[in-house]
Protein backbone atom coordinates (compact mmCIF):
# COMPACT_ATOMS: atom_id res chain seq x y z
CA UNK A 1 0.00 0.00 0.00
CA UNK A 2 1.63 3.34 -0.80
CA UNK A 3 0.65 6.91 0.59
CA UNK A 4 0.23 10.01 -1.22
CA UNK A 5 2.72 12.57 -0.71
CA UNK A 6 -0.83 14.76 -0.79
CA UNK A 7 -2.82 15.19 2.50
CA UNK A 8 -6.80 14.63 1.55
CA UNK A 9 -7.58 16.87 4.18
CA UNK A 10 -4.94 19.45 2.96
CA UNK A 11 -7.02 19.49 -0.46
CA UNK A 12 -10.29 19.85 1.72
CA UNK A 13 -9.09 22.99 3.47
CA UNK A 14 -8.16 24.58 0.22
CA UNK A 15 -10.54 23.25 -1.65
CA UNK A 16 -13.08 25.16 1.43
CA UNK A 17 -11.54 28.40 1.26
CA UNK A 18 -11.73 28.80 -2.24
CA UNK A 19 -15.48 28.03 -2.18
CA UNK A 20 -16.57 29.79 0.98
CA UNK A 21 -14.40 32.86 -0.22
CA UNK A 22 -16.92 32.58 -3.70
CA UNK A 23 -19.75 33.61 -0.74
CA UNK A 24 -18.07 37.06 0.00
CA UNK A 25 -18.69 39.17 -3.51
CA UNK A 26 -22.51 38.47 -3.08
CA UNK A 27 -23.10 38.66 0.92
CA UNK A 28 -20.57 42.41 0.69
CA UNK A 29 -22.95 43.37 -2.83
CA UNK A 30 -26.53 42.24 -1.00
CA UNK A 31 -25.68 43.67 2.19
CA UNK A 32 -24.32 46.95 0.70
CA UNK A 33 -26.81 47.37 -1.94
CA UNK A 34 -29.97 45.68 -0.03
CA UNK A 35 -31.12 44.44 -3.34
CA UNK A 36 -31.93 40.80 -3.68
CA UNK A 37 -34.75 40.97 -5.98
CA UNK A 38 -33.13 38.60 -8.58
CA UNK A 39 -32.25 36.22 -5.89
CA UNK A 40 -34.31 33.10 -5.90
CA UNK A 41 -35.64 32.32 -1.91
CA UNK A 42 -36.24 28.53 -2.82
CA UNK A 43 -32.39 28.52 -4.28
CA UNK A 44 -30.96 30.23 -1.01
CA UNK A 45 -33.43 28.20 1.57
CA UNK A 46 -32.17 25.30 -0.77
CA UNK A 47 -28.64 25.84 -0.35
CA UNK A 48 -28.74 27.16 3.13
CA UNK A 49 -30.53 23.33 4.01
CA UNK A 50 -27.57 21.44 1.97
CA UNK A 51 -24.56 23.48 3.42
CA UNK A 52 -26.25 22.39 6.82
CA UNK A 53 -26.42 19.00 5.84
CA UNK A 54 -22.71 18.90 4.77
CA UNK A 55 -21.42 20.68 7.79
CA UNK A 56 -23.86 17.61 9.84
CA UNK A 57 -21.82 15.37 8.02
CA UNK A 58 -18.74 16.46 8.13
CA UNK A 59 -19.27 16.38 11.97
CA UNK A 60 -20.63 12.55 11.63
CA UNK A 61 -16.85 11.92 9.67
CA UNK A 62 -14.92 14.63 12.13
CA UNK A 63 -13.27 15.83 8.88
CA UNK A 64 -12.33 19.35 9.67
CA UNK A 65 -11.91 20.54 6.10
CA UNK A 66 -15.76 19.67 5.57
CA UNK A 67 -16.80 21.18 9.18
CA UNK A 68 -14.90 24.71 8.85
CA UNK A 69 -15.88 24.87 5.47
CA UNK A 70 -19.18 24.39 5.88
CA UNK A 71 -19.71 25.77 9.38
CA UNK A 72 -18.32 29.73 7.60
CA UNK A 73 -20.45 28.63 4.52
CA UNK A 74 -23.55 28.64 6.48
CA UNK A 75 -23.16 31.78 7.71
CA UNK A 76 -22.70 33.58 4.59
CA UNK A 77 -25.40 31.19 3.36
CA UNK A 78 -27.84 32.29 6.40
CA UNK A 79 -26.52 35.97 6.20
CA UNK A 80 -28.00 36.00 2.17
CA UNK A 81 -30.90 34.04 3.16
CA UNK A 82 -31.93 36.34 5.93
CA UNK A 83 -31.50 39.63 3.41
CA UNK A 84 -33.43 38.19 0.84
CA UNK A 85 -35.95 38.14 3.57
CA UNK A 86 -35.89 40.95 5.24
CA UNK A 87 -35.49 42.89 2.28
CA UNK A 88 -38.04 41.89 -0.12
CA UNK A 89 -40.40 42.80 2.55
CA UNK A 90 -39.54 46.50 2.06
CA UNK A 91 -39.67 46.32 -1.36
CA UNK A 92 -42.95 44.82 -1.48
Known sequence: MTT???DPEVIGLIAGCRTTASFVPQALKIWR???VGDLSLVMWLCMTVGVALWLIYGCLLGAISVILA???TLGFACSILLAKLRFNRRAG
Open 4 to 6: SPI
Open 33 to 35: SRS
Open 70 to 72: NLI
